[in-house]
């Protein structure tokens, strides 16, 4: 057993997906540790937060203030505002209310705003102008108002006692705060979903869920197949021709298609992810019992299975004993393959709306349903899929790295 794992370790390819695939369950085990949130708790009022750090405005306005002078620092606050996009924008509406092009300079700023204010009118009906449209040139006049200004910003209290507003202090341009001395900040590196949810607690949580599924739906599927295999390569016959029927059956019929009329039947309330692991497990057995007893057919007429069989030891002895340890590898390295396949089934499913119920514990699949649902990729909110893909993939990749480390390992057609 020491010589094998020696092995094993010896090879890069299984070395380097082992040590991604124990990363990622590294991080799951470990990040709820440390941030206990539910990763379905809603905690912005709004969909798709870029990633970022969100300090608190109401708790910066009473930290200390600092002044410091930046170069740069008008530029970049006329920028977040007035970038490349809207300046085109901002054309294209002059353009369409009358003005001519060549008195349109989009890169003299004052200028073009100094257009805009004196030719917008919210009023006028440009000729094809769609209603979105529309607002959002409503939305971007109220963005630009007052962006050349100088003088900082007024705050203001209502008077408890005459009910009129009195000035309490000014922000100047220059001031700043040290963000961690504002009260109340939250670091979201992922932003956040559709529905407001730190996607990095989410995407954590479902990358354990989905590992669940993968796990449960591998084992039952290497389960079935291998006890199928066993019996049918060994013992023959009566017994192979029944197994190897009903495994015939399941490959005539596409599995993908199988696992989605069963999902479909059981109902959206009483899929949960224990459950759709089994549904899983339970179609995917047909290769593996193929492969082990195509493995048994060759072992069982041995020599040390035929003395074994002299010996007057029982069938469940001999399997176990005499032929199950030849085969082991062969069994891990589908056991791996299974699970793999078993996430990705779940991903499939789930996408397609038949995964497990979306009020219990979120999964990669349910993560890409809600994305596509919500039409993230066409929104440009990469955040929202692109993480959870780049996990889906990191996980199928390090396995079948392993799985390919394993095999050349133990297949003697490929071992150097």
Do not use: C
Not at 86 to 99: N, P, S
Not at 132 to 138: C, K, Q, S, T, V
């Amino acid at each position: 057993m020491k010589h094998t794992i020696q092995q094993v370790f010896r090879s890069g390819k299984f070395v380097v997906g082992f040590s991604i695939f124990m990363t990622l369950l590294l991080i799951v085990i470990v990040y709820p540790l440390f941030i206990k949130d539910s990763p379905l708790a809603i905690i912005g009022q709004g969909t798709f937060f870029e990633p970022g750090i969100y300090a608190n405005v109401y708790d910066s306005i009473g930290a200390t203030p600092y002044t410091l002078n930046l170069d740069d620092a008008a530029a970049k606050r006329i920028a977040g505002k007035l970038g490349d996009q809207e300046r085109l924008d901002i054309k294209e509406w002059l353009l369409a209310y009358g003005i001519p092009e060549n008195e349109i300079d989009m890169a003299n700023t004052e200028k073009l705003l100094d257009q805009w204010v004196n030719n917008y009118d919210s009023k006028k009906n440009v000729p094809g102008m769609t209603n979105a449209r529309r607002n959002y040139y409503l939305r971007l006049d109220t963005s630009l108002e007052g962006l050349l200004a100088t003088e900082g910003a007024t705050i203001a209290a209502k008077n408890p006692q005459t009910g009129v507003l009195e000035e309490k202090d000014v922000v100047n341009q220059s001031d700043y705060v040290n963000i961690g001395q504002v009260a109340n900040v939250r670091v979201l590196p992922l932003g956040t979903d559709n529905f407001g949810r730190d996607m990095l607690t989410e995407l954590v949580s479902a990358t354990g869920t989905s590992l669940k599924i993968g796990f449960v739906a591998g084992i039952i599927a290497t389960l079935i197949g291998l006890t199928l295999g066993l019996l049918a390569g060994y013992i023959g016959g009566a017994v192979d021709d029944v197994i190897m029927f009903i495994t015939n059956l399941f490959t005539v019929i596409p599995g993908f298609v199988l696992l989605i009329l069963i999902s479909y039947s059981i109902g959206q309330e009483q899929r949960g992810a224990i459950t759709v692991a089994t549904v899983i497990g339970f179609t995917a057995w047909v290769w593996t019992a193929r492969a082990v007893r195509s493995q048994v057919i060759s072992l069982r007429n041995r020599d040390h299975v035929n003395l074994s069989k002299l010996s007057g030891h029982s069938i469940v002895h001999i399997i176990l004993t005499d032929i199950l340890p030849y085969i082991a590898s062969y069994v891990i390295m589908a056991l791996i393959l299974q699970i793999s396949s078993g996430i990705l089934a779940e991903a499939a499913l789930s996408i397609l709306g038949l995964g497990p119920r979306t009020s219990e514990v979120p999964t990669l699949g349910l993560m890409m349903n809600w994305a596509m649902i919500y039409q993230a990729h066409i929104l440009g909110k990469w955040w929202a899929y692109f993480p959870v893909l780049i996990t889906i993939a990191l996980i199928t990749f390090s396995m079948n790295l392993m799985n390919t480390g394993l095999d050349q390992i133990f297949n003697p057609a490929l071992r150097d």
